[in-house]
């Protein structure tokens, strides 16, 4: 008896922050429209305030946390997308690759626009995707397609059950990195508990496993790439991360800082190498590392062309690129230094000047790549990682186009790092949906000015000003 009440006493408060959440997760579920700004940002914030408590307060019982991270997920489970009209798209594509057509070359406009309905419920997801997705080619890499098609197989004449098949495939992708993510933090020596700053996020749930957004999928390869480099698997790893950019293409942007991993590399490693060592056996030959680097893009760049050949034809290279452009000459959506320049552009020559912005922010974000490559240290896996999250944030700080779920892939390499920004992002990026928030789903830039000024000062204050702290005080984070 004695036993059964230090057991409640222990676990009474974890037990009421998990009822509370799920009744939470059930409302946002369940029963939120997206236009319902104030109820939507309420339960966001409760929701947050819940999981930080959470991780806080049991963050040495693993078991308990992974539980209840996936028991969030299965709330999910019949639930439609409330927040996004995305997966309208990805269940027309993946049927249009069923029935033998390639998703590629023609948009859902041209065939709603003649009367054609390709396949069964064709009407209902070209409404529901809107006209902005309808009226464009499908950008999504292969094995996203595989995803949709699998959906497709299962569920062909389902829309709730092509939901269930891809959600379960991102709880799966989820569990995948909560493995791998596990070992590599132990392997780098940081504290296990980190990831849980990922998976148990409810931004991370409500994102990836509730608007099925599959960023879930390429993290996963991602974090089990980078886990298999660290472990010398090198082929392996460059297999698995030509199935990461085969999901979304935003892992290319690393590709250059792997240089010194190869070619400035220590033999056995920054982290086991010893004085008993001699120090001609601590350096790979630079031409054996330059050959192994080369070997490396070879495997990712041919298993990635394998990939896309199923679609090939000049067509698919056309529309793909153009389709692809978009998101830089065309869209914009919660940015910042973007909206700054393009204010500049309203000022000084009266008119937006995206197309000339657009073309010049990934010549400026390469560059950058290139300087973070070649000019700071990047021999370990971790300093990698922190080199990934410096080059992509400054993508993002850049871009013309920010929606929420892009920050997942920030967060889970903050998992590895010293940086807390990603994890403020994934609280304030709830405000960039106020853009509902009216009919014409305007942005208020007052209040993505509010978002961006919590993050860059947060971020200004880890990277410029903050003293870093010791292997003990990372113990107790």
């Known amino acids: 008896m004695a ?38 940002i309420i339960l ?38 409330n927040l996004s009209q995305d997966f309208y798209r990805f269940i027309w594509d993946g049927r249009m690759i069923l029935e033998g057509i390639n998703p590629y070359l023609f948009t859902p406009e041209s065939f709603i626009s003649v009367g054609e309905f390709p396949f069964e419920q064709a009407k209902e997801l070209y409404e529901g ?26 569920a062909g004449k389902s829309i709730l059950g092509s939901v269930l098949v891809m959600r379960l495939i991102i709880i799966t992708a989820d569990f995948g990195t909560l493995c791998f993510g596990k070992r590599l933090l132990e392997k780098l020596n940081i504290p296990v508990h980190n990831i849980f700053w990922y998976i148990l996020n409810p931004f991370i749930i409500i994102e990836l496993t509730g608007n099925l957004h599959f960023e879930a999928l390429m993290i996963f390869f991602l974090v089990w790439s980078l886990y298999l480099l660290h472990s010398g698997k090198w082929k392996f790893a460059a297999l698995i991360f030509a199935l990461s950019v085969s999901v979304k293409l935003i892992p290319l942007l690393f590709l250059p800082l792997f240089y010194q991993w190869f070619v400035r590399k220590k033999s056995v490693g920054n982290e086991i190498a010893t004085s008993q060592v001699s120090l001609k056996a601590l350096w790979i030959p630079a031409s054996a590392g330059m ?30 690129t153009q389709t692809v452009a978009l998101w830089f000459n065309n869209f914009e959506f919660n940015a910042s230094i973007y909206y700054v320049a393009r204010e500049i552009g309203y000022l000084y020559r009266g008119w937006n000047e995206i197309a000339i912005i657009g073309k010049i922010i990934p010549i400026i974000a390469v560059l950058f790549v290139l300087v973070v490559t070649f000019f700071r240290k990047n021999n370990t896996i971790a300093e990698i990682i922190t080199a990934m999250l410096l080059v992509l944030s400054f993508y993002y700080f850049t871009t013309t186009t920010v929606h929420p779920w892009y920050i997942a ?14 994890l403020v992002w994934s609280f304030v990026i709830i405000l960039s949906y106020l853009a509902y928030a009216n009919r014409d789903n305007a942005e208020n830039l007052w209040i993505t000015g509010l978002e961006y000024l919590v993050v860059y000062s947060v971020f200004i204050w880890e990277v410029f000003f903050k003293r870093p702290k010791s292997s003990l005080e990372l113990q107790h984070l």
């Open 129 to 154: 995707m809107g006209s902005l997705s309808a009226g464009h080619y499908s950008n999504y890499p292969p094995v996203n397609q595989l995803c949709f098609v699998i959906a497709g197989l299962f």
């Open 291 to 320: 050959t192994k680097l080369v070997g490396f893009y070879c495997i990712i760049g041919i298993t990635s062309l394998l990939l896309f050949l199923p679609f090939y034809s000049s067509e698919f290279i056309t529309n793909y």
């Open 44 to 81: 966001y914030v409760v929701l947050f305030f819940l999981f930080y408590k959470l991780v806080q307060i049991s963050k040495h019982n693993l078991k308990f946390l992974a539980l209840i991270a996936f028991g969030f997920r299965a709330i999910f489970i019949l639930a439609i997308p």
């Open 3 to 40: 036993l059964n009440t230090a057991f409640f006493k222990l676990y009474k408060i974890p037990l009421l922050l998990v009822v509370s959440s799920v009744l939470f997760y059930f409302s946002f579920g369940y029963d939120l429209l997206r236009t319902d700004y104030t109820k939507l």
């Open 409 to 422: 892939t920030l967060l889970i390499l903050s998992v590895f790092t010293k940086y807390m920004f990603p």
